[in-house]
Each structure stands twice: as structure tokens, then as C-alpha cells.
């Protein structure tokens, strides 16, 4: 079972298009909803089935099996700090989904780099790891290049 010996906080930078943002959606808020909320780990598998790809890339755990195994070592081991992890995974939730409403609504663009905060939790005894986009305020994010349709290169913002 995992068990989170460490967590930290930092920003990075993604590159992403609009099919990676809704697959980023979709997997975090399964996390939050299925997982942390109702602790329902099958329904949390079968809902991270559809958004595999994404999973090392978001979690950076390869399958939902091993996203739900983090994430029931969380619910066993956080305690207290579980309320707060909610908090902050379902806030990261609508950060992705308003950097999905921004590049929809400007479909001259196909990517965007943004840097997200992300809040990682670091099981040292398996050597594994699971992260959450994060947010407090709506506006903890920044979009930092964007990339135009059929252009060959990123502007910075």
C-alpha cells in the first residue's frame, strides 16, 4: 500500500493541447470524486480506463490501478490532511478546466505552456509518487506560450 513518507509543492511547465486538458479533467476529477470523496476504487479504475494516456503524465503512475492504490494509501494515511487534499485536488480540477475553456475559446491556437502548482505525495519506501494539479485561487496558474494552428514555433507571453 502506498504510504506517503514526504509531499512537496512546485510549479511546472506543461505543454498540452485541448484533447490532453480534457483527458487531464477527466482523470483529476475521477481522483477527486471517485477517489478521495467516495472512495470507490473501482469506479475510480474504470473511469482512469478511458484516460490512460494521460495517467504518467498527470499522476505520474502508469495505470488506474496504481492511481488507486496511491490514492487509497492517502485515504488511509493523511488523517486530517484529507480534507484539505480534497480541497486542493477539486480547486486543480477547475484550473484544468478553465485552461480548456481558454483554448477552446481560441481555436486559432492548437497548445498552450502553462505553469501549474502541483502538489506531490512521495511513498520513499516503494520509491513512488502521485501528484495533483492544485489550486487555491482560481488564478494560481499562468499561461506562459502559446502556439499558433499550423505554426512552427511558440510565443511567449
Known sequence: MFRPTSSKEYY????VNLNDLSKMYTAQRAAYWEGLSKNDMAALVSALNGVSTILSFLFLLPTGYAVAGAISGLIANLGSGLSELKYLVDKGSLAIADAENWLF????????EINYPFLEYIDATANESIRFVQAVERNSWDITAIHIKGGSGWQLL
Do not use: C, L, T
Open 12 to 15: 511546472r511547465k506543461i505543454r
Open 105 to 112: 475559446a481560441n481555436p486559432q491556437y492548437d497548445m498552450i
